[in-house]
């Protein structure tokens, strides 16, 4: 797995969890799911993501999305 692949996969798995949460516990559990949103627009058109520059220095191997 690379860090683009993990990166959506840890996405998709916040937007979720923050769906169920806002099902079963508060709605405002749903400020989670436009966070990660809008982080993905974010660096849909920066390239700019903290989690790709944490798991490159981790040692994960580089996608194309994050290679700055």
Do not use: E, H
């Not at 969890?17 to 079963?24: E, N, V």
């Not at 436009?34 to 627009?41: D, I, K, M, P, Q």
């Amino acid at each position: 797995m690379n860090v683009d692949r993990f990166v959506l996969a840890f996405a998709g798995t916040m937007v979720l969890i923050s769906a169920a949460l806002a099902w079963f516990v508060t709605p405002y559990w749903l400020a989670l799911t436009a966070f990660v949103g809008l982080n993905l627009l974010q660096s849909a058109f920066t390239g700019f993501c903290p989690l790709a520059i944490v798991l490159r220095k981790l040692g994960m191997s580089p996608g194309c999305a994050f290679n700055n």
